[in-house]
């Protein structure tokens, strides 16, 4: 069998540029060369870490990471102006490997109405700066900002004279998201094939989201010949933002066969890079999100969760595992059917006959009419009444934790042992009202858990919201996850890392 030649498609991630552009989701130079680190790691071909004139700051910051950061091609980004340029050569000239990034726009709206230059001063300029900037840099990428809405002709003419300039990377962005696919890959196709010296240099896409299709014409940009991608993470960037990096690469990855192309990500770092991004932003993820997103990998609806059980590949195009996401697969909701009820069980070490779980079924689908999801602590509670099956190790008793202006928080807790009787309390301080009362708690566990991390939802607004927590605990070498939902937001928290611990001890069947 012949197996195709995959094209190797470059990465360029502009995050720290074109991502930080979006309103609110400027980052220091610090975040910058921290998160440039684990783009390096995460195996981005090229890094766009700012603007090196925009400010001080972003100019030391590209220097630093050129500087420091080692294994990615470090871009610097410049209008058709010597000063950016100045700025741009001087901010990564100690990178390993470097590019300039020269940009003017080409469509009759921004020459008019931005620019204010007619076309041959444009073409002049692009011309000009062109030469400039190869004067430094071996690698300099011209982009025609605005290049899906000009004319093709138009477009042809400023190409061709860049590349007899030396530009040696031709970006064609689709600034205002605004074209469709079968157009976007058609403009590649004809500038390729239709300017002089088309076919002597490389292209890049650099799509926006405003209609949704930013990924789907990154990938008519491949089948027109473009062989970057210009990215984010998250898909952050000006207005709806960019093309998603982990989408793109997903699709690449997932649909290779059809695309046949690939890309030298490295798969299980996508996930903490992108909720690393998304915490440096303060710019969360919809739960929605293709990849990343809390529910890219849940499903609630019993006959999804039923095919699931049986084999992943039923509802599933994608291993979370392959992409270092935390696999949580079923979430018990009003949807959920049988099968998945008896699986949960089954996860605390309890076989439930048909009529058992029946029961338990009946009980719980009363519970799920009134709430958004049902957490393991309320099954376990509903197993225990239906069947008297004991489900549980540990169970939090009294609670009470003193927050205000004070400096340490305090939670004083007791904690009961159901299979002995013996109940314990604990008395614990924190920075936060959630570290104290998580401190006091694992005082009341005998055995050797490790807490690992705390996930707070909103289910619902107005006075009878829900607050949803997920504790991860390890035990063991394995990791174990616990859910609650609670008005009280604490009380969410508590719950949820006694259920975590009991799925630890009872998942191996300690007691
Ligand atoms: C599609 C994109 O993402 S493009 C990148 C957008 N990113 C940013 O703008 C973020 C960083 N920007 C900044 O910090 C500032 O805008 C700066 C430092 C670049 C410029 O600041 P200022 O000199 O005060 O100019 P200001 O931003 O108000 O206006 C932009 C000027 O650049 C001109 N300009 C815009 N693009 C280009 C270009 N590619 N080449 C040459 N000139 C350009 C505009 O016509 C305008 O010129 P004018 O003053 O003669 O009217
Ligand atoms: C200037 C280019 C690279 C850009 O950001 C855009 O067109 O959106």
């Known amino acids: 069998m012949i197996i195709p030649v995959k094209k190797r498609i470059q990465i360029f991630d502009t995050t720290l540029r074109d991502g930080e552009q979006a309103p609110g ?32 700051g972003d100019f030391a910051a ?35 490997r470097r590019r300039i990034h020269l940009f003017i726009s080409s469509s009759d709206i921004h020459l008019q109405h931005q620019l204010r230059m007619s076309r041959a001063e444009v073409v002049a300029k692009a011309r000009e700066m062109t030469a400039y900037a190869r004067q430094f840099s071996d690698v300099v990428e011209f982009t ?50 239709g300017a002089r010296g088309g076919e002597t240099v490389s292209y890049s896409a650099h799509c926006h989201n405003d209609l949704g299709l930013a990924v789907a014409n990154s990938l008519a940009a491949i089948d027109g010949g473009a062989t970057q991608i210009e990215v984010t993470v998250n898909g952050v960037g000006e207005r709806t933002g960019n093309c998603a990096l982990e989408e793109l690469v997903m699709a690449l990855e997932t649909r290779g066969d059809a695309i046949g192309a690939e890309t030298g990500i490295v798969l299980d770092k996508l996930y903490d890079t992108s909720r690393l991004i998304s915490g440096a932003m303060h710019f969360p993820i919809a739960y929605n999100k293709p990849v990343v997103g809390r529910n890219a990998f849940q499903h609630e609806s019993g006959i999804h969760q039923d095919g699931l059980l049986k084999d992943r590949s039923t509802y599933e195009i994608m291993d979370p595992e392959r992409l270092g996401i935390p696999r949580s697969m079923i979430i018990l909701g009003k949807h ?30 009363e519970t799920a009419d009134r ?9 376990l509670q509903m197993v225990s009444s239906t069947t008297g099956q004991q489900a549980q190790v540990y169970e939090l008793g009294e609670v009470q934790v003193l927050a205000g202006s004070a400096q340490r928080r305090v939670a004083a807790v007791t904690v009961r042992h159901l299979k002995s009787g013996q109940e314990t309390s604990h008395t614990s301080t924190g920075d936060g009202p959630l570290e104290a009362i998580i401190a006091a708690i694992g ?47 604490i009380m969410a928290a508590g719950i949820a890392y006694i259920a975590a611990c009991n799925a630890a001890l009872l998942s191996t069947q300690i007691v």
């Open 371 to 379: 709430q958004k999801v049902v957490s393991d602590d309320q099954l």
């Open 144 to 193: 025609a900002m605005d290049a899906a809405r000009t004319g093709i002709d138009d477009l042809i003419e400023m190409i061709e004279a860049v590349i007899e300039e030396g530009a040696s990377i031709i970006n064609l962005p689709d600034t205002v998201g605004y074209a469709l696919p079968h157009e976007y890959g058609e403009m590649f196709r004809r500038v390729r094939l």
């Open 336 to 365: 959920s059917g049988r099968h998945a009820l008896k699986d949960r069980a089954a996860k605390y070490g309890i076989t439930l006959e048909p009529a058992e779980l029946d029961a338990l079924y009946e009980s719980f689908k």
């Open 443 to 489: 005082q009341g566990i005998s055995e050797d858990i490790d807490f690992a991390g705390l996930e707070l939802h909103s289910l619902g607004s107005g006075e009878n919201a829900q607050a949803e927590a997920a504790v991860m605990v390890e035990w063991e070498g394995l990791k174990f996850r616990g859910t609650a939902t609670h008005q009280d937001i």
């Open 62 to 96: 590209v220097q630093t990471i050129s500087r420091k950061v080692r294994n990615v091609e470090i871009c610097g980004f410049a209008r058709a102006v010597k000063g950016d340029i100045d700025a741009a050569v001087r901010a990564t000239q100690d990178a390993e």
């Open 25 to 56: 989701a400027s980052l220091t130079p610090e975040q910058k060369i921290l998160l440039a680190y684990k783009l390096a790691d995460l195996g981005v071909d090229v890094m766009e870490p700012g603007f090196p004139i925009s400010s001080p």
